[in-house]
């Protein structure tokens, strides 16, 4: 099932005694383990209803009794289950020894007073173990990985209607320029803008600009942008407002480096038929920087990739044993390149 079925049965009020997500995206999943929160617990119920164990401190044993008690002046309880090492590779719980017999027992007989959501923080599940796909048969099994470029947009423009304000596709992707593509972050983002905006108001993308700060990695990451489009004075114009904010020219000039990395690695992988969603997940990056990579990195050819890499390594032993100024060293190495 998908997050979006699954969505949709849980405000239908078909709820599952199982629920196993997983996945790098913490934001979605605090998204649903709020909805679960809503649809079935009142909010002045919670102390009673809703339990949260951590299987680094917690035998599994005793999460399984938990969902065996009947719930106390409640109708049903929610048992949320973080760090559940137990569905990953390697060795479950660490230090502590859990009774995974006693969870294959129960999943074959979920309690109907009772569901029971574990949280897994990885990319994927062990299919190779038991217990994995047991609770593939018994339950429901959600995986929330960052989204896609047009799905990051569009929950974007989703976000800014849910709180009575309107939002073009362009002021998005301004937004996620600015902020990166953290959810969290973006989320709070939106509710300044909508708080700016007021009820029923317009963000452009002008708003954004006045209102989203950038940080220095998505500045820098503006700045390659301009170099690969030959507009230097923007880019220039960028660098000295880095330095005005007393950025170290050393931090600028690694970060410019990681960028003209990731662009030469995805030109590679690419060359080799990645697709996008594997290429991301061979980087570890989100799907929108590997789209945004791979359109400026056809702007360069790979040998000029790694010739400027090469001069980048060369101006970063330069500037830490004070070959050069520092800041020279850098405003030098920007004019060349986009010379």
């Given at each position: 099932?998908?997050?979006?079925?699954?969505?949709?049965?849980?405000?239908?009020?078909?709820?599952?005694?199982?629920?196993?997500?997983?996945?790098?995206?913490?934001?979605?999943?605090?998204?649903?383990?709020?909805?679960?929160?809503?649809?079935?617990?009142?909010?002045?119920?919670?102390?009673?209803?809703?339990?949260?164990?951590?299987?680094?401190?917690?035998?599994?044993?005793?999460?399984?009794?938990?969902?065996?008690?009947?719930?106390?002046?409640?109708?049903?309880?929610?048992?949320?289950?973080?760090?559940?090492?137990?569905?990953?590779?390697?060795?479950?719980?660490?230090?502590?020894?859990?009774?995974?017999?006693?969870?294959?027992?129960?999943?074959?007989?979920?309690?109907d007073h009772s569901v029971l959501l574990f949280l897994v923080n990885g990319e994927k599940l062990d299919e190779r173990k038991k217990?994995?796909?047991?609770?593939?048969?018994?339950?429901?099994?959600?995986?929330?990985?960052?989204?896609?470029?047009?799905?990051?947009?569009?929950?974007?423009?989703?976000?800014?209607?849910?709180?009575?304000c309107r939002m073009d596709r362009e002021a998005a992707e301004t937004l996620i320029a600015a902020n990166g593509v953290q959810m969290?972050?973006?989320?709070?983002?939106?509710?300044?803008?909508?708080?700016?905006?007021?009820?029923?108001?317009?963000?452009?993308?002008?708003?954004?600009?006045?209102?989203?700060?950038?940080?220095?990695?998505?500045?820098?990451?503006?700045?390659?942008?301009?170099?690969?489009?030959?507009?230097?004075?923007?880019?220039?114009?960028?660098?000295?407002?880095?330095?005005?904010?007393?950025?170290?020219?050393?931090?600028?000039?690694?970060?410019?480096?990681?960028?003209?990395?990731?662009?030469?690695?995805?030109?590679?992988?690419?060359?080799?038929?990645?697709?996008?969603?594997?290429?991301?997940?061979?980087?570890?990056?989100?799907?929108?920087?590997?789209?945004?990579?791979?359109?400026?990195?056809?702007?360069?050819?790979?040998?000029?990739?790694?010739?400027?890499?090469?001069?980048?390594?060369?101006?970063?032993?330069?500037?830490?044993?004070?070959?050069?100024?520092?800041?020279?060293?850098?405003?030098?190495?920007?004019?060349?390149?986009?010379?």
């Amino acid at each position: 099932m998908d997050i979006k079925s699954a969505i949709k049965d849980i405000k239908a009020g078909k709820v599952s005694p199982l629920y196993l997500c997983y996945g790098t995206e913490k934001h979605q999943i605090q998204e649903f383990v709020k909805l679960l929160q809503d649809q079935l617990v009142d909010r002045d119920q919670r102390d009673f209803a809703v339990a949260t164990y951590d299987l680094t401190e917690t035998p599994v044993e005793v999460v399984v009794e938990e969902a065996e008690t009947l719930p106390f002046l409640v109708p049903r309880k929610l048992i949320i289950v973080r760090d559940s090492s137990l569905f990953m590779a390697g060795k479950e719980g660490g230090k502590l020894e859990h009774k995974i017999d006693a969870l294959a027992s129960y999943l074959n007989n979920p309690a109907d007073h009772s569901v029971l959501l574990f949280l897994v923080n990885g990319e994927k599940l062990d299919e190779r173990k038991k217990i994995v796909k047991a609770m593939k048969a018994a339950g429901t099994v959600l995986s929330f990985m960052p989204l896609g470029q047009n799905e990051l947009v569009e929950w974007v423009i989703r976000g800014v209607e849910k709180r009575g304000c309107r939002m073009d596709r362009e002021a998005a992707e301004t937004l996620i320029a600015a902020n990166g593509v953290q959810m969290t972050s973006l989320a709070v983002e939106v509710d300044k803008l909508c708080l700016y905006a007021g009820e029923g108001g317009l963000i452009d993308s002008a708003v954004v600009e006045q209102l989203v700060a950038r940080s220095t990695e998505q500045n820098v990451f503006v700045m390659v942008e301009h170099i690969a489009g030959l507009k230097l004075d923007k880019a220039l114009s960028i660098f000295y407002e880095l330095l005005k904010q007393r950025e170290e020219p050393i931090k600028i000039a690694a970060l410019i480096a990681r960028q003209f990395r990731i662009m030469l690695q995805v030109k590679d992988l690419a060359r080799q038929s990645y697709s996008q969603q594997q290429i991301a997940s061979q980087l570890g990056l989100h799907p929108y920087a590997v789209k945004v990579a791979g359109e400026q990195a056809r702007k360069f050819e790979a040998a000029q990739l790694k010739a400027i890499l090469n001069d980048l390594a060369q101006l970063d032993y330069k500037m830490k044993t004070g070959g050069i100024d520092k800041v020279l060293g850098l405003e030098l190495f920007l004019l060349k390149l986009g010379a």
